[in-house]
């Protein structure tokens, strides 16, 4: 017979000890769901931060907010000192009444960027040239509109050799024809007598809301049309067959070398800029 309470060759083992060694399927598993909850990756959320308050803060990622300081205009009060003035001087003078008001960029015949400001009155389109310094008006230019035939929207075109070509879109006003004038105001930098004249959208557009809404192209656009139609049915004057044109087609700059606009828009020499102190 064998005899079964005889333990010889076998030795105790605790299997409690080897419980502790290895946990269970249980534990494991309740390990392996509460990982992902415990490792919190810290980096992505300090990395997530300053976007976030960057964005917020300035809408456009593409706009320095130090850059825009550097533009007189966008210095409280100048461009609200430039309205009253504005307004007090053509209701003194005209007696007419103010519809809108714009900033924008002309381009001239030689592609040079100057800083103006648009007003629309029942009768008038005024450019205004305005020293944001000094907060005075320099110059003045009346357009009659009755006098303007035809507008063109679209975008910037250059002969095929010149060599200071621009980007972008923009807007011309005609009031009287270009083959007229002769060729030495054609090609006379400093000219005030083109019967035209282009603009495009102030590089400020994007400061605040109040500025994206007066150098927007489009706003002005929407107001000029009407006036100008609104003008030619009420004026008894005979003139171009009584009706605008509105045309959507490339705009011509006729400019070969560049070289002047090449330095005064880089150099933003047409507009009101701190240009910082000079010193000996």
Known sequence: ????????????????????????????????????????PAPKQ?????????SALYPNPCHKPYLSRKYFVTRPGAIETAIEDLKG????????TIQGFWLLTEIDHWNNEKERILLITEKTLLICKYDFIMLCCVQLQRIPLSAIYCICLGKFSFPAMS???????????????PEQQSLLVRWNPWSTEMPFA???????????????EIC??????????????NTHKNSTESGRGKGLL??????????????MSF???????????????IGF
């Open 1 to 40: 017979m064998s005899r079964i309470g005889s333990f010889e060759g076998f030795q105790p083992v605790s299997l409690k000890r080897e419980e502790d060694d290895q946990p269970s399927e249980t534990d494991q598993l309740s390990m392996e769901e509460r990982e992902p909850e415990t490792q919190v």
């Open 216 to 229: 927007k192209l489009s706003a002005f656009t929407s107001k000029l049309v009407p006036a100008i139609q």
């Open 198 to 212: 282009t603009f495009t959208e102030h590089p400020m557009k994007y400061t605040n809301e109040k500025f994206l």
């Open 263 to 277: 330095i005064g828009n880089r150099n933003k020499l047409g507009y009101s800029l701190a240009r910082g102190s």
């Open 246 to 259: 509105v045309l959507t087609e490339p705009i011509l700059i006729e400019t070969y070398t560049g070289l």
């Open 163 to 177: 060599l200071d070509k621009r980007q972008g879109e923009g807007l011309r006003i005609y009031w009287g024809s």
């Open 89 to 96: 001087h053509i209701t003194k003078t005209s007696g007419e």
């Open 46 to 54: 300090i990395s997530r931060l300053p976007s976030v308050v960057e």
